[in-house]
Nanobody, 119 residues
Framework: QVQLVESGGGLVQPGGSLRLSCATSGFTFSSYGMSWYRQAPGKERELVASISRAGSSNYADSVKGRFTISRDNAKNTVYLQMNSLKPEDTAVYRC?????????????WGQGTQVTVSS
């Protein structure tokens, strides 16, 4: 079965750093693009960063220059390095495996990990 399990969240002071991990299983990880999303209370879900199967990445304007998405195909894991954290980054962060409607392959989501930035 497909599984995505996030870890690495926690409480950090403004200006600090965290590295989130999303460990996956149940599918051929190297064949899929992956994304990180976040959602704060009362806010819409936001796409934070994505990385393709070839390793190309993109970012939301709100995190560009501060966050870095990467993947380790040998470990079936995608990471989100978060630097210079701001209170506005406080949210539940979830990873997502891309789907493909042409092939009838659905997206899969992790359960999420809480990131809280406060002093």
């Amino acid at each position: 079965q497909v599984q995505l399990v996030e870890s690495g969240g926690g409480l950090v002071q403004p200006g600090g750093s965290l590295r989130l991990s999303c460990a996956t299983s149940g599918f051929t990880f190297s064949s899929y693009g992956m994304s990180w999303y976040r959602q704060a209370p009362g806010k819409e879900r936001e796409l934070v960063a994505s990385i393709s199967r070839a390793g190309s990445s993109n970012y939301a304007d709100s995190v560009k220059g501060r966050f870095t998405i990467s993947r380790d195909n040998a470990k079936n894991t995608v990471y989100l390095q978060m630097n210079s954290l701001k209170p506005e980054d406080t949210a539940v962060y979830r990873c997502k495996r891309w789907g493909d409607v042409r092939l009838g392959v659905r997206e899969y989501w992790g359960q999420g990990t809480q990131v809280t930035v406060s002093s």
